[in-house]
């Protein structure tokens, strides 16, 4: 059996300057062996399951944020292999990997032939499409119950964004109509893409308003902060996200979060009263629910990209909106439910930030804790009949319970957050455990919540084919890929246990489902060529697992 340690931390000192410091990036199955080379001096470095001890078959570990490229890791979604890493899997498995030898960044720039010709050809910048195609689909929108969920328009403010817009000179543009024009030609491009029932725009034409809406953004950027260039800067960065572009995404919603601050998103209308008693009370909500959406998809885009958040917690009034816990609940507002997305940034900040590298155990653990209270006390806020069943607890109502189709993305986001929480417990020498509590039922421990988490993820995927295509992508880009990792590496940790073959089979399903995103999301044929990517990816693990449980069963005894 392996002790895994926690790595001894070299104290940054006073003279050492910030950016020496490592960027984080996000990282799993980290494969440490004798013939990487030092750690530089000055740098910090945190992993999960980092294993100071030399064996001869190095182990495997999930590590995120940190210093050093591992061998095997999760780049915002998409698997990277190293030689080393290559080797270590062939070793456990008797098989050879094939993979997709594409570098991350090449398969993260989601363009072909036919986006660029449209790019090309998008040189008016200042022309619209006929005003009856923008309002048909804001009608489909108003018309949607997803417009509770993407919030990113207010109908009535936005009629009088169309008429500012389509009331200018054609042939001229200023910052006043630049700011009008990105916000229609950025709605053009998102909303289709969120409206499963709409076919007014193909997903190509989508994607040719969106190169139109930031070429109009980098004029509209040069006047004052305005609602329309707040709207179209954080369509922009949704756009993003659902067509998996996330650098696009970033940059956009950094530009979200400053303009939501100068327009006073962050704090509460009570709060604003004072410093402006003229605002249009209408107005001033939607800036607010705009907030809201900007603050989602910071933290959404820090988890899965492990860069710092746009948006600090402490600087912001987070006061939930008027009644929401209310109406959360069978309504969805929002993709994701806030108080979530709080624990995720608290996740960040206490357990992967740069400030928590400097923490001993048993900081670490302290802080764990509280957001185990934390995630504790949000399940217990909902009504019963919406509560995930808990992942440390293992019971035969968590085996058999399913969610609702509108309530599913809730559960995956929760089941994320204890994934990521307990996973930085390997980075202690903690594996993963199981004992008896007083009713008979199993109580998981440290590591193995995580694994827990991740299978109820892909347990959950018969059920998500029932999904709008936004929820199907946010998904497919980063949970999934997650939770398969999470299981792939938990079964060549030990491929004679018990439940390695049953996990094995989780993996299956999982490469079915990412496979069949490209005939239900309706995206560029670059995206989907990632989606297809991933699936090969899954149903690669899949193979290697069913291989390393079969030459377990040979060696029954042989230890890895």
């Not at 607010?288 to 990209?305: A, H, S």
């Not at 903690?430 to 892909?458: F, P, Q, T, W, Y």
């Amino acid at each position: 059996m392996c002790t895994f340690t926690r790595r001894n931390r070299r104290k940054v000192t006073g003279q050492q300057s910030a950016k020496e410091a490592p960027q984080p990036v996000v990282r799993a199955l980290h494969v440490e062996n004798d013939t990487l080379p030092p750690t530089p001096r000055g740098r910090i470095e945190t992993g999960i399951l980092l294993n100071e001890r030399r064996l001869e078959n190095p182990p495997v570990g999930l590590h995120f944020y940190g210093g050093r490229l591992p061998s095997l890791s999760l780049i915002w979604g998409v698997p990277t292999v190293s030689p080393e890493a290559k080797r270590w899997v062939q070793s456990t498995t008797g098989q050879t990997m094939t993979l997709d030898e594409g570098a991350p960044t090449e398969r993260l720039v989601c363009l072909d032939a036919e986006i660029l010709r449209i790019r090309l050809q998008t040189m008016d910048i200042c022309s619209l499409p006929q005003q009856a195609l923008v309002k048909s689909v804001l009608q489909a929108y108003q018309s949607s119950p997803l417009r509770s969920r993407y919030p990113v328009v207010e109908p009535t403010l936005f009629q009088i964004t169309i008429a500012s817009a389509y009331n200018q000179d054609g042939l001229t543009l200023d910052t006043r109509n630049a700011n009008n024009r990105a916000c229609v030609c950025a709605a053009l491009a998102l909303i289709p893409l969120i409206l499963e029932d709409y076919h007014g725009l193909s997903s190509t034409e989508c994607d040719a308003f969106a190169t139109k809406a930031k070429c109009l953004m980098a004029e509209a950027l040069n006047g004052t902060p305005s609602l329309d260039c707040l709207q179209a800067a954080l369509m922009l960065s949704l756009h993003g996200i659902i067509s998996r572009a996330l650098q696009t995404a970033i940059y956009f919603n950094t530009i979200a979060a400053r303009l939501v601050f100068m327009l006073g998103g962050h704090i509460t209308d009570h709060d604003r009263g004072a410093s402006s008693p003229g605002s249009d009370s209408r107005e001033a909500r939607h800036i607010r629910t705009l907030f809201w959406l900007c603050y989602l998809t910071d933290k959404d885009l820090t988890f899965r990209c492990g860069q710092p958040p746009a948006i600090d917690d402490s600087q912001c009034d987070l006061t939930l909106p008027p009644h929401y816990t209310r109406k959360m609940y069978p309504v969805i507002i929002f993709p994701f439910d806030i108080r979530l997305s709080i624990i995720k940034s608290k996740i960040f900040a206490e357990i992967y930030s740069a400030a928590a590298l400097r923490k001993s155990q048993h900081q670490i653990e302290q802080s764990i804790r509280d957001i185990e209270q934390n995630l504790g006390n949000w399940r217990h806020s909902i009504p019963p009949s919406w509560q995930p069943p808990p992942v440390g607890l293992m019971t035969e109502h968590a085996a058999t319970s399913h969610p609702t189709p509108n309530i599913l993305l809730t559960w995956f986001e929760y089941y994320q957050c204890v994934c990521m929480l307990h996973l930085v417990r390997g980075q202690y020498g903690i594996s993963g455990k199981m004992h008896e509590v007083n009713d008979g039922h199993l109580l998981l421990l440290n590591l193995a919540v995580s694994i827990e988490a991740s299978r109820r993820i892909l347990c959950h995927l018969d059920f998500a084919a029932s999904l709008r295509s936004p929820d199907a992508s946010w998904l497919a880009t980063f949970s999934v890929p997650l939770a398969a990792l999470v299981v792939f590496w938990s079964i060549l940790q030990d491929p004679s246990r018990a439940s390695a073959r049953d996990d094995a089979q989780l993996l299956l399903p999982a490469s079915g489902y990412l496979a069949a995103c490209h005939g239900t999301l309706g995206l560029p044929a670059p995206v989907l060529q990632h989606f297809r990517s991933m699936s090969h990816f899954v149903g690669e693990f899949y193979r290697l697992t069913i291989a390393a449980t079969s030459v377990s069963a040979l060696v029954p005894n042989q230890r890895r």
